[in-house]
């Protein structure tokens, strides 16, 4: 096995997670995931090892989920109801929607959190990485990151309360 597969089989899940969770729709996810694995093979010889490969990995995903909104926008005739998340089976229809509109009602509040806020929480809550990693991610310590991943929850719950 070719250390490009080794790293794909560990990271192809949590890299996914990430991205199904940060759009909100599965096949979409599966696209990001795919295309974020083809520019990573093409790239392994420009990584440096400066932060953790799944850093990275998330990194190209966030990169090429924003690059796919940005063309998504440029596109006027494609309703945005057609790229919700094919139904998931296990849950009933009103889960479902229920679902769906509190991950709208969610990315409509982290649209206007400001950075590093917003980085911050998405990274810890959708890549799920520790404050550590965070922290290097941004050059700064743990507990920066810690302080402003906090700071980011209130200001979401603060919001998310207000919009009830």
């Not at 924003?66 to 005739?77: A, E, I, Q, W």
């Not at 929480?121 to 290097?136: C, H, P, T």
């Not at 810690?146 to 719950?157: D, K, P």
């Amino acid at each position: 096995m070719t250390e490009f597969e080794e790293i794909y089989r560990e990271y192809f899940d949590q890299v996914y997670l990430y991205i199904r969770r940060l759009s909100g729709d599965a096949h979409l996810a599966e696209d990001i995931t795919g295309e974020t694995f083809y520019k990573a093979l093409r790239s392994l010889h420009r990584f440096r090892g400066d932060c953790d490969i799944r850093i990275w990995l998330c990194q190209i995903a966030k990169n090429c989920y924003y690059t796919h909104l940005k063309k998504l926008r440029r596109v006027d005739s494609v309703d945005s109801a057609d790229l919700l998340a094919v139904p998931d089976r296990s849950e009933s229809p009103e889960e479902r929607l229920a679902r769906q509109d509190e991950t709208i009602r969610l990315q409509k509040i982290l649209h206007d959190v400001p950075d590093p806020y917003k980085e911050v929480f998405l990274w810890r809550v959708y890549a799920e990485l520790n404050y550590k990693q965070i922290g290097q991610l941004f050059g700064k310590s743990e507990n920066w990151a810690c302080v402003t991943y906090h700071r980011a929850r209130n200001m979401i719950r603060k919001r998310w309360e207000e919009k009830e």
